[in-house]
C-alpha cells in the first residue's frame, strides 16, 4: 500500500499497566480485556479506520506487545498496515508522538487511546471532518455529567477554545476530550517542549495547550446524542459492556467491528472475510461476519 507522505499515519496507544484494573491486568493488557464481544482495542482501531487512516503504529508496554501481535497481526486482513513498538515507562500519552516520530516521518498522525470507545450519529463524518485539518490540531469534545476526571475545554459562543485544562477541580465546562487528537507534522517537535508534569508524565493537554496559545487548535463538538466510554475502570467497563451489548442486539449490527469497516470501504475483498470465516465458523462473530458479506453483496470484489 502506497502512502503519501502527507498522508494521516495513526498512532494506538495501548501501553501502561493498568493498575485500576488489577487483578484483571497483571498477566494481561487492560487494552486486551473484552468489552462484551470484542477486544477494548478493537474499538479504537476502529476509530482510526473509520477516519480513513491506514497505516498504523501501535505502542504498546513491553511484556504485552507479543499478544497484541497475535492478535492484530499486520493488519491485512482488514487492509491497513500494523506495525509495533514499545513505551518502556509509562511516562505521559504525549511521548507517544516521540516514540512514532521516526514512524511518522513528517507525515500528519492521528492519535488514538486504546481504551477508548466512541458511539453516535455520523461518527464518521466527524471523524473525517476532523482528520481534514491538515494545519494544527483538532479534538473532540464530548459532554459528560462530571467532566472533573477528564481533560475539559472551555469553548466561546462560536464553539471555539478559550482554555484546556487537565482533571481540573472545578470544571469550567462540561466538555472533556476524548481520547483521540489529530495533529500536524510539528507535534513531535512540540512535545520535545514540554515539561513533565507532577506525576512525571508528559501531558497531552500540556501539548494541545501549546497549540490552543498559537491560535491552531481546532475543536469538534460532538452532539448530544453521542456516548463516550473511557474503560479504565471495571464499572466503565461493565457499562461499555452492557451499552455495546444492548444497541447490538437491538439493531442486530456490531460496533467497532474492524472486519466490517474494512468491507464496507473495499479494503478487504468477500473472500478475504469469508476465508477467515472458516478458520472458526461456529463463533457467533463470524456468523455475524458471513450475514454482513450475504447482507452486502455489492462490496463483493
Known amino acids: 500500500m502506497q502512502v503519501n507522505q502527507r498522508h494521516r499515519k495513526g498512532i494506538l496507544l495501548a501501553g501502561g499497566n493498568g493498575t485500576r484494573l488489577h487483578p484483571l491486568t497483571i498477566g494481561i493488557s487492560k487494552h486486551l480485556l473484552p468489552v462484551y464481544d470484542k477486544p477494548m482495542i478493537y474499538y479504537s482501531l476502529s476509530l482510526l ?9 501501535v505502542i504498546t508496554c513491553p511484556k504485552n506487545q507479543s499478544n497484541f501481535q497475535d492478535l492484530l497481526g499486520d493488519g491485512s486482513q482488514w487492509g491497513i498496515e500494523l506495525s509495533y513498538t514499545v513505551q518502556d515507562q509509562p511516562n505521559g500519552i504525549a511521548e507517544a508522538l516521540v516514540i512514532a516520530e521516526d514512524f511518522l516521518a513528517g507525515s500528519p498522525s492521528c492519535l488514538v487511546l486504546g481504551d477508548n470507545l466512541l458511539y453516535g450519529h455520523n461518527l464518521t463524518s466527524y471523524l473525517k471532518q476532523a482528520s481534514a485539518q491538515i494545519e494544527g ?26 482554555s484546556i485544562t487537565e482533571k481540573p477541580a472545578n470544571p ?21 517542549k514540554l515539561v513533565p508534569s507532577s506525576r512525571g ?9 501549546l497549540y490552543l496559545q498559537q491560535g491552531k487548535l481546532d475543536v469538534c463538538l ?16 461493565n457499562e461499555a459492556s452492557d451499552f455495546i451489548k444492548a444497541i447490538e442486539k437491538r439493531m442486530g449490527l456490531k460496533i467497532g467491528c474492524p472486519e466490517e469497516i474494512a468491507y464496507l470501504k473495499r479494503w478487504v475483498s468477500a473472500e478475504t472475510i469469508l476465508a477467515n470465516v472458516q478458520t472458526n465458523p461456529n463463533s457467533d ?10 447482507q452486502n453483496p455489492d462490496n463483493h470484489q
Not at 285 to 294: C, E, I, R, S, W
Open 49 to 57: 479506520m473509520l477516519a480513513d487512516v491506514r497505516e498504523i503504529l
Open 137 to 162: 490540531a483538532t479534538i473532540l469534545a464530548c459532554h459528560v455529567n462530571d467532566p472533573s476526571a477528564f481533560g475539559v475545554v472551555e469553548l466561546d459562543e462560536n464553539d471555539k477554545p478559550i
Open 172 to 192: 469550567t465546562s462540561h466538555n472533556a476530550v476524548p481520547g483521540i487528537y489529530f495533529y500536524d507534522e510539528n507535534a513531535p517537535a512540540m512535545v520535545s
Open 201 to 209: 508524565e508528559l501531558e497531552i493537554t500540556d501539548l494541545n495547550r
Open 222 to 237: 460532538l452532539n448530544r446524542g453521542f456516548a463516550w466510554f473511557d474503560t479504565g475502570t471495571h464499572s466503565s467497563i
Open 285 to 294: 462473530y463470524n456468523k455475524y461476519l458471513q450475514f454482513m458479506v450475504n
